[in-house]
């Protein structure tokens, strides 16, 4: 595999010296020609604590896991990836295409000689899990075969993370990619939309921004869990989302994006919505009966009047999805 990655970084330093007219996806817009060349290279970024420099784009991309994938296909560079794995839940229809023509290397997570067969330049995880060295698939050990890597900033963040991580993630993968002005696109786009959702909240009479005390609903988040509630914290995207969509994650106190809370906790804590996470082999269908039929919440304020909420697993993590996920949950709350 080394034998491979040196060629494909020899040819791509070359790139930059002769006129490349595959390149003009890059910054300048989509301006072609034979003098179009990568702009923006080389290109430093430290991500995770790994600093990285590219001297042109990556040309072979693997993603693990749905909301990376996602970005690499909000910003079109489906044609840059030979693999992918661990989908959440269905692709968002404008991708359904592009995704159908990518080879899947695993349900969840390829070994980690499944994913040198896909002959990467590059690997994108969304999760810290898609790099667990116990598996073989560290990043230190991609990097020792040539392989560079990104991991979504929420895998590492040292604070809460908000819109602001959204977009940096967006424009940093833009940047690697020579995508620079997709990404820019992108996030204004994102903007406006949260802008649009906010103006219709105010003239609604919502609270807007941070909660604002007995202002904001109070919302649980129901991942999934039986003897305890698996939950968002205070530390995910998905804290952002609830807060500018007027709610109140009831354990925004949790210093993780997703943690364990025990019932008795939930039912301390009396949420007004139960914001039910859709993914996996449970239905949200079985998920309500679950909580309507716990003898336990009877009295939480949602069951009693069966107040739920229904995102996917991927609205409400730090990818393409969630400045809509601000629309589409202020909308239910």
Known sequence: MSRRH?????????ALLVPLAACSSSDSGGATGPAAKAA?????VTNCGVRTTYDAPPKRAVTMNQHAT??????????RLVGTAYLDDK????????YKSIPVLAKEYPSYEKLLSADPDYVYGGYASAF???DGRSRSALAK??????LNVEGCAGHPVSMDDVYREVREVGATFGVRARADRWIGDARRELAATAAKSKSQGKPQGKSQGKKARSVFVYDNGDKSAFTAGGRGIGNDIIERAGGHNVFADVNKSFSDASWEKVVERGPQTILILDYGATSVAQKKKRLLDDPALQDVPAIRNKSFAVLPLSDVVTGVRAPEAVRKLAAQL
Request: charged letters at 20%.
């Open 91 to 98: 692709v968002l229809p404008e991708y359904e295409k592009a």
């Open 40 to 44: 923006g290279f080389p290109y430093t």
């Open 70 to 79: 996602e970005v690499m296909l909000e910003l079109g560079l489906g044609d």
């Open 6 to 14: 040196t060629g494909i970084r020899a040819l791509a330093a070359a």
């Open 145 to 150: 075969s040539g392989i560079h890597s990104r």
């Open 132 to 134: 667990l060295a116990g």
